[in-house]
């Protein structure tokens, strides 16, 4: 009996070394994540993300840091939220952050395995990234193209002051996203697509803004994979649809192109596909499939972002009098009262410059930018971001940390005047384009059309909020919910123009108001999709 009870002695004190020495050995070898709520079982800290998943994370940031780590469904993801973290993974440690994390609804058509946005940083990627840097945004490339987004713009005042003229309503978001989308598709393949007399080109537009709309909604599959062949909202089945029509409207206009180039009738465009096409001939990396990729990629990143950040520089305007007041006065001054602005203009506005500058602060479009991945273990500020994990910059919660902006809920465009912080990507404190390799492309046009648009609006017309509603007590900015609740259908917008008056009604408001709300979550959701 003693012996027994000696051999259980020595069994148990081994096992309990064993287990002291496995303890010891994974404390030291397991990653130190970093900090985060505890997650419930299954679903993670999903509850925690609420319907404003960069303000719900800005908010749990002041709780456990920069950099935050959270179980979200299945997914491990992380949360940056100071300029220096920012930094850290966009620029300092770049390429081990440059790999993104992928909704599954992009899959639609393997749009994942061609579009720019969602390709790995390999060949194909650099090819495409190529493509668009030096042919399509370089600084002659734009320069070339500014008389055709000078006919847009213009378009754009005319079709206001027709408005103006007869007193009917003006919805301004739904003509900005027009002009946004008639510059894409001018650029790239010289036709308006939001002209709805053309019968091929009729639903583009609506497409659109079902695709946007379809990748915004939170997708369960992506928050847990084993729904992915079920596909419970059918939100790829949609996609899918619209994806098959966009793609064969672009092959269409492609088919077209070639047969003009067939018959040497072509060249004089010079537009986006002829140049793509040219690539394709002498660049085996690009093919027909990427160009349609590509151009899917162009209209869904390129018009919302563009348009939505003018209508949220109107509507700040509109809140704050003195702002638009100092505006116009500035463009009187260094333009002329009414007269069109060029885009070259724009270097000698500094105070529009500071408006759209204090809009995108404000109003990011991608407030979570567009997520990341790692593709391995990557140590930041001690801890370990987990191979596999996704990756979540929150431009929203640094364009408002109080220890980098003074009053950073106001709409205070002076603040930029003495300060030399741009939205270039070199400075983290402002990185509504994100930064590093996977900075947007876009941005070089963006920043030319944004002023243009805003600047021309502003000094054609005189706009005032009317119908009981006094600037100083509208308190609408962060919930727009509330704001389409109190503005419709009592609000006006008087736009007076030529001594004329006209009203931009409450359905423009409730228009603009749901164009908002889509607006600002189309990217921040896409990222909640994406990133569970
Ligand atoms: C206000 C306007 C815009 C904003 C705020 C914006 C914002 C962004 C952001 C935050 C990213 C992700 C960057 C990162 O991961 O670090 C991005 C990527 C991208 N943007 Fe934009 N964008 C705008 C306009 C445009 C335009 C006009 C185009 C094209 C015509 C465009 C095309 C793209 C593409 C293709 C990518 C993917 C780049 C890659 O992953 O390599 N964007 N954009």
């Known amino acids: 009996m003693e012996f027994f009870i000696f051999i259980l002695y020595i069994l148990s004190t081994i096992t309990f070394l064993k287990s002291l020495q496995l303890l010891i050995r994974s404390s030291r070898t397991s990653p130190k994540l970093p900090p985060g709520p505890v997650p419930l079982p299954v679903i993670g800290s999903l509850l925690k993300l609420g319907d404003k998943p960069h303000k719900s994370l800005a908010e749990l940031a002041k709780i456990y840091g920069p950099i935050m780590c959270l179980k979200l469904g299945r997914k491990t993801t992380v949360v940056i939220s100071s300029p220096a973290l920012a930094q850290e993974v966009l620029q300092k440690q770049d390429l081990a952050f440059s790999t993104r994390s992928i909704p599954n609804a992009v899959h ?16 194909q990627w650099r090819s ?22 000078r006919q847009k713009v213009q ?22 996203f027009k002009t946004s989308l008639n510059l894409l598709s001018n650029t790239i393949f010289s036709i308006d697509m939001a002209d709805p007399t053309q019968d091929s080109v009729k639903q583009f537009r609506h497409l659109i803004w079902e695709i946007m709309v ?9 928050y847990f994979l084993v729904l992915e062949k079920i596909d419970p909202q059918g939100i790829r089945h949609r996609l899918t649809n619209h994806f098959g029509k966009i793609f064969e409207l672009f092959s269409q206009l492609i088919d077209e192109r070639l047969e003009l180039r067939r018959l040497g009738k072509s060249g004089a465009e010079n537009d986006v596909i002829d140049i793509l096409l040219n690539i394709t001939e002498v660049n085996g990396e690009i093919n027909r499939t990427h160009i349609e990729h590509l151009c899917l990629d162009i209209f869904a990143a390129g018009t919302d972002t563009t348009s939505s950040s003018v209508e949220w520089a109107m509507a700040e305007l509109l809140r704050n009098p003195e702002t638009l007041k100092k505006a116009k006065a500035e463009l009187e001054q260094t333009i002329g009262k009414g007269k069109p602005i060029e885009e070259s203009d724009i270097p000698r506005l500094p105070y529009l410059q500071a408006i759209v500058k204090e809009t995108m602060r404000i109003h990011p479009p991608a407030p979570l ?21 996704q990756v979540l910059v929150n431009a929203w919660a640094i364009g408002h940390d109080p220890s980098v902006w003074e009053n950073p809920t106001s709409f205070m465009p002076e603040r930029f005047l003495d300060l030399d912080i741009d939205v270039r990507g070199r400075d983290f404190e402002l990185i509504p384009f994100g930064g590093g390799r996977r900075i947007c492309p876009g941005l070089s046009l963006a920043i030319r059309v944004i002023p243009h648009m805003l600047g021309s609006l502003i000094n054609s017309f005189d706009w005032k909020l009317e119908g009981g509603i006094k600037p100083g007590s509208w308190t609408w900015m962060t919930n727009l919910a509330s704001l389409y609740k109190r503005l419709s259908p009592c609000v006006l917008f008087h736009c007076l123009c030529d001594s004329l008056i006209f009203l931009v009604l409450g359905k423009c408001i409730r228009n603009v108001a749901i164009h908002f709300v889509v607006h600002v979550q189309f990217f921040s959701l896409l990222i909640r999709l994406t990133e569970l």
């Open 214 to 222: 379809e990748i915004g909604k939170p997708n369960f599959v992506d």
């Open 155 to 176: 378009e754009l005042i005319e079709y206001a002051g027709k408005c103006c003229k007869e007193g009917v309503t003006v919805d301004i978001g739904s003509a900005v």
């Open 369 to 389: 930018l567009i997520p990341r991945t790692v593709e391995t273990d990557v140590e930041v500020y001690g801890y370990t971001v987990p191979q596999g994990a």
């Open 128 to 149: 495409l990234r190529k493509a668009l840097n030096s042919n399509i945004f370089s600084g002659n490339r734009l320069d070339a193209s500014q008389n055709l987004r």
């Open 108 to 123: 639609a058509h393997g749009h994942n395995k061609y579009s720019t946005v969602w390709l790995p940083v390999a060949d």
